[in-house]
């Protein structure tokens, strides 16, 4: 998913509504199996979901904590019953993972907006402001991963989209993104200073 495909600001959202709707996509039927959605798979469910509500709302699937200490999004889900007695408990389990994601989109939006470029910047100033908003984005997938085995593709998701939201093209993005990250942070660490200044310093010199 692109930043364009998840930003909220392109895609309202009625929180006091999402348990309704998750609902009726965990009792509609699986297109493959024809049984409820939500006895049949996840995924089943953010495909229901991302037909409701569009493209952004599958990222929970991918971004849903699976053991203690995984470094990603969405953590602390309730547990999730079995049979057909429990659908509503999973309704609410499925309302709490796309609630975490919209918030964590919302978050970012957040985040990325102080570093956006205006129409009329120059290249310079586009420049600066990208190398300036790498250590504000870099903190705040650690204090949300807490550095986990798997933070690297939150952090690295990340700094994409803020990329692409400050006008770098998606594939020159993702490849100068994949550069540093894999050059500079490691799983289950924490980035010191100067990874982050190295990171900061490649945003800084590219071109785009």
């Not at 798997?150 to 006008?167: D, I, K, N, S, Y």
């Not at 993702?174 to 050059?183: F, M, R, Y």
């Amino acid at each position: 998913m692109t930043w364009r495909d998840v930003e909220p600001a392109k895609h309202p959202f009625d929180p006091s509504r999402a348990l309704d709707a998750v609902r009726a996509v965990v009792a509609s039927p699986d297109p493959e199996s024809g049984r409820p959605r939500g006895l049949w798979s996840d995924n089943s469910i953010a495909q229901g979901l991302a037909e409701h509500y569009g493209t952004w709302a599958f990222g929970w699937y991918t971004a849903m904590q699976l053991y203690p200490d995984s470094g990603t999004v969405i953590r602390e889900l309730p547990p999730c019953g079995l049979g057909a007695r429990d659908l509503d408990q999973q309704a609410r389990r499925y309302t709490d993972a796309l609630l975490q994601w919209r918030g964590w989109l919302e978050e970012l939006a957040a985040a990325f907006a102080p570093f956006v470029p205006g129409p009329d910047s120059d290249a310079a100033t586009r420049r600066q402001l990208r190398e300036s908003g790498v250590a504000a984005l870099v903190t705040l997938v650690v204090e949300r991963t807490q550095a986990g085995e798997l933070w690297l593709g939150t952090c690295a998701q990340a700094l994409t989209w803020f990329l692409e939201a400050t006008g770098v093209p998606v594939a020159e993005a993702e490849e100068l993104v994949d550069d540093i990250v894999d050059g500079e942070f490691a799983s289950w660490v924490a980035p010191d200073a100067e990874a982050i200044g190295r990171a900061r310093k490649a945003v800084g010199e590219h071109r785009a």
